[in-house]
C-alpha cells in the first residue's frame, strides 16, 4: 500500500538550541534561507507524500502560518512585479486540504507524539519524520526508504539507520543487525533499544529520525507505558510491534546533520549553503577569511 501520509512531530521545546527557541519553535530555525520544517516537508513530497500530519504544541502557531496563503506578500509581490519570489512561495505551498495539525499538549515523548496522530492517519501505513534530522542528498532519505519498502512483503516497518561511533550509542535509539536482504542495504532488525547505557548497544546503527510505521503501532503506543526518561518511547512500542511484524533497517545515502544541537546548526548550514550553486564561491571567499585568521 502507497505510502501516502508523514507525520512531524514538532511539539518539541528545543532546550537544546536556547535562548534560539524560547519565542520560536526550532522547526522554523533557518538553514541558509528555508526553516527545517520546510526541508522535511520536501523531502517528504519527493517521496510521494500527500498529506503532511504535524503534531505541535504551544507557542507553534507560526508553523501553521508558514504553510498557509499569505495574501498580504502575495498581493504587494504581484504588485512589484517580483515573479521570482512569487513563484517560490506558490513551490512550497502546500494544496489546500493537504496538511493537518493536532497537538500534542503535554511533553509527554516521541511515542505519544505520534500516538497523537492516530484518527488523522487512520488505518494504513505511514511516514515518521524528525524535522531536526536533515539528511543532504538527492534522492531524500524517506525516498530511499519509499523505494526500499515497495521490495518488501506486506506489513513490514522501515527504519533509517546509520552507523555512529561507539561512544554516541547511548544518544540513540540503537538497532541489532540481522540477515541482509538481497538489495544490500537493507537487513532484518534483530533488536531494538532506546538510549542503551555506554558499553551495551547491540551494535552501531542507530535509529535516525526517519520511520515508515504499521498502523498496528498505534494499538501499542496507546497503552501509553513509558521507558527511558520516563518518556513514551517510539522505539519501546516498535519493540512490542517487532514481536508480531518484521523491522528493516535501511542505510541511507546521505549526510545526516543534528541540527537540533547548535554545532550540528551550524554544520548544515555551511553544508547546505555549500551545496548552493549561487551561494557556493561566495561562501567559499568568505570562510577563508576565518581561516586565516
Ligand atoms: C529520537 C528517538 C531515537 C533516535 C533519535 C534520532 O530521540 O527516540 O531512537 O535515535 O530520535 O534523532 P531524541 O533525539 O528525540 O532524544
Same mark, same amino acid.
Given at each position: @500500500?502507497?505510502?501516502?501520509?508523514?507525520?512531524?512531530?514538532?511539539?518539541?521545546?528545543?532546550?537544546?538550541?536556547?535562548?534560539?527557541?524560547?519565542? @520560536?519553535? %526550532?522547526?522554523?530555525?533557518?538553514?541558509? *534561507?528555508?526553516?527545517? /520544517?520546510?526541508?522535511?516537508?520536501?523531502?517528504? %513530497?519527493?517521496?510521494?507524500?500527500?498529506?503532511?500530519?504535524?503534531?505541535?504544541?504551544?507557542? =507553534?502557531?507560526?508553523?501553521?502560518? #508558514?504553510?498557509?496563503?499569505?495574501?498580504?506578500? *502575495?498581493?504587494?509581490?504581484?504588485?512589484?512585479? =517580483?515573479?521570482?519570489?512569487?513563484?517560490?512561495?506558490?513551490?512550497?505551498?502546500?494544496?489546500?486540504?493537504?496538511?493537518?495539525?493536532?497537538?500534542?499538549?503535554?511533553? #509527554?515523548?516521541?511515542?505519544? &507524539?505520534?500516538?497523537?496522530?492516530?484518527?488523522?492517519?487512520?488505518?494504513?501505513?505511514?511516514?515518521?519524520?524528525?524535522?531536526?534530522?536533515?539528511?543532504?542528498?538527492?534522492?531524500?532519505?524517506? &525516498?530511499?526508504?519509499?523505494?526500499?519498502?515497495?521490495?518488501?512483503?506486506? %506489513?513490514?516497518?522501515?527504519?533509517?539507520?546509520?552507523?555512529?561511533?561507539?561512544?554516541?550509542?547511548?544518544?540513540?535509539?540503537?538497532?541489532?543487525?540481522?540477515?541482509?536482504?538481497?538489495?544490500?542495504?537493507?537487513?532484518?532488525?534483530?533488536?531494538?533499544?532506546?538510549?542503551?547505557?555506554?558499553?551495551?548497544?547491540?551494535?552501531?546503527?542507530?535509529?535516525?529520525?526517519?520511520?515508515?510505521?504499521?498502523?498496528?503501532? +498505534?494499538?501499542?503506543?496507546? =497503552?501509553?507505558?513509558?521507558?527511558?526518561?520516563?518518556?513514551?518511547?517510539?522505539?519501546?512500542? @516498535?519493540?512490542?510491534?517487532?514481536?508480531?511484524?518484521? +523491522?528493516?533497517?535501511?542505510?541511507?545515502?546521505?549526510?545526516?546533520?543534528?541540527?537540533?544541537?547548535?554545532?550540528?546548526?551550524?554544520?548544515?548550514? /555551511?553544508?547546505?549553503? @555549500?551545496?548552493?550553486?549561487?551561494?557556493?564561491?561566495?561562501? /567559499?571567499?568568505?570562510?577563508? %577569511?576565518?581561516?586565516? =585568521?
Amino acid at each position: @500500500m502507497k505510502i501516502r501520509k508523514a507525520v512531524f512531530p514538532v511539539a518539541g521545546l528545543g532546550t537544546r538550541v536556547l535562548p534560539a527557541t524560547k519565542a @520560536m519553535p %526550532k522547526e522554523m530555525l533557518t538553514i541558509v *534561507d528555508k526553516p527545517l /520544517i520546510q526541508y522535511v516537508v520536501d523531502e517528504a %513530497k519527493e517521496a510521494g507524500i500527500e498529506h503532511f500530519v504535524f503534531v505541535t504544541g504551544r507557542n =507553534k502557531g507560526v508553523i501553521e502560518d #508558514h504553510f498557509d496563503r499569505m495574501f498580504e506578500l *502575495d498581493t504587494t509581490l504581484a504588485a512589484r512585479g =517580483k515573479e521570482a519570489e512569487i513563484e517560490l512561495l506558490a513551490r512550497d505551498q502546500p494544496e489546500a486540504g493537504a496538511v493537518s495539525f493536532t497537538r500534542q499538549q503535554a511533553p #509527554h515523548g516521541l511515542g505519544h &507524539a505520534v500516538w497523537c496522530a492516530r484518527d488523522i492517519v487512520g488505518d494504513e501505513p505511514f511516514a515518521v519524520v524528525l524535522p531536526d534530522e536533515l539528511v543532504l542528498n538527492r534522492p531524500g532519505c524517506l &525516498a530511499q526508504m519509499v523505494e526500499a519498502y515497495n521490495h518488501l512483503r506486506d %506489513k513490514a516497518n522501515v527504519i533509517a539507520v546509520q552507523e555512529v561511533p561507539a561512544h554516541q550509542t547511548h544518544q540513540y535509539g540503537i538497532c541489532g543487525v540481522g540477515k541482509r536482504h538481497a538489495r544490500g542495504n537493507m537487513f532484518e532488525v534483530t533488536s531494538m533499544v532506546e538510549k542503551p547505557p555506554k558499553g551495551t548497544a547491540p551494535s552501531n546503527f542507530s535509529i535516525t529520525g526517519r520511520y515508515i510505521l504499521q498502523p498496528e503501532i +498505534f494499538k501499542i503506543l496507546e =497503552k501509553h507505558e513509558r521507558g527511558a526518561g520516563g518518556e513514551i518511547q517510539l522505539t519501546d512500542a @516498535m519493540i512490542g510491534l517487532a514481536k508480531s511484524q518484521s +523491522f528493516y533497517g535501511v542505510e541511507f545515502e546521505g549526510e545526516r546533520h543534528d541540527c537540533g544541537s547548535k554545532a550540528g546548526f551550524l554544520r548544515a548550514n /555551511i553544508a547546505y549553503g @555549500m551545496a548552493r550553486p549561487d551561494l557556493r564561491d561566495g561562501l /567559499i571567499a568568505e570562510m577563508k %577569511k576565518y581561516f586565516e =585568521k
